[in-house]
């Protein structure tokens, strides 16, 4: 990869320096807290490749089991080494992430560029889904901004928004899990609507794509309700069981809220 871009070399050259960033970013796992020495250019060119990986595969992806699925990050970069430690490095081991990888943990940055790394170095072992942070209105407020502010520039916090609005939004794994980082939606009648969500897409503040990063369930309602965050929906079981059932589905696995 070089500054302008990425059309005059080739994908040997890219994935050389994606596998030298991947090894550096590997070589302090002993050392907690510490700052992996990056370079703006590089990160630019680590989110211009990933951005077109993304858009190269489908919104809804469909994958296939054996595969790790994982939830909230949030900055903390110990925990994600401790997730593959555990779970296995890619590519021995098939992951699917389901979003909010920047904020409130102090290393979004190490977090983020890993991820796109072994998104970009293995791209059908290794799959990201949105989260509800991966938003430019979200990460401004809850720390990725402050921390790219501070260590590189709000230029490159830009490009890591181009980036992330490119990312899918769902998952389904062996035809009977449906993946997402939040829930179910009103607006979701077929999974083809999921398919045909424009991207590179920001995060509006209603309709199908909020839902799908922002919705909760609730086991105390049945049908929809008022969302407490103040942003989308809740929904009952009994939408769970109805969605289920039309979609001949036997699971939703989702993320943002604590277990």
Not at 166 to 184: E, F, Q, R, T
Not at 224 to 246: P, Q
């Amino acid at each position: 990869m070089n500054s302008r871009g990425t059309k005059e070399i080739s994908m040997d050259a890219v994935l050389a320096e994606v596998g030298g960033l991947i090894e550096r970013l590997l070589e302090r796992r002993n050392k907690k807290g510490k700052h992996i020495q990056l370079v703006e250019p590089e990160i630019r060119r680590l989110c211009i490749v990933a951005k077109q990986v993304f858009l190269a595969q489908p919104n809804l992806l469909e994958l296939e089991a054996p595969i790790n699925i994982c939830g909230d990050i949030h900055g903390q970069y110990p925990d994600l080494l401790r997730i593959f430690e555990s779970g296995g490095f890619p590519p021995d081991s098939n992951y699917l992430f389901l979003g909010d990888y920047v904020d409130r943990g102090k290393q979004s940055i190490e977090t983020i560029c890993l991820l796109l790394a072994y998104k970009i170095k293995f791209p059908e072992n290794f799959f990201l889904l949105r989260g509800n942070h991966e938003c430019a209105s979200i990460n401004r407020i809850y720390g990725f901004y402050d921390e790219c502010k501070r260590r590189f520039s709000v230029r490159l916090w830009k490009i890591f928004t181009d980036c992330f609005n490119c990312l899918p939004v769902a998952a389904v794994i062996d035809d009977k899990i449906i993946c997402m980082h939040g829930g179910l939606s009103p607006e979701l009648v077929n999974l083809d609507q999921i398919r045909v969500l424009e991207r590179p897409m920001d995060v509006p503040d209603q309709g199908l794509l909020c839902d799908l990063l922002w919705a909760d369930p609730d086991r105390e309602i049945k049908g929809w309700g008022e969302n407490d965050r103040g942003v989308s929906y809740t929904f009952g079981a009994d939408k769970v069981a109805e969605f289920l059932r039309k979609h001949d589905l036997d699971l939703i696995c989702r993320a943002h809220q604590y277990i």
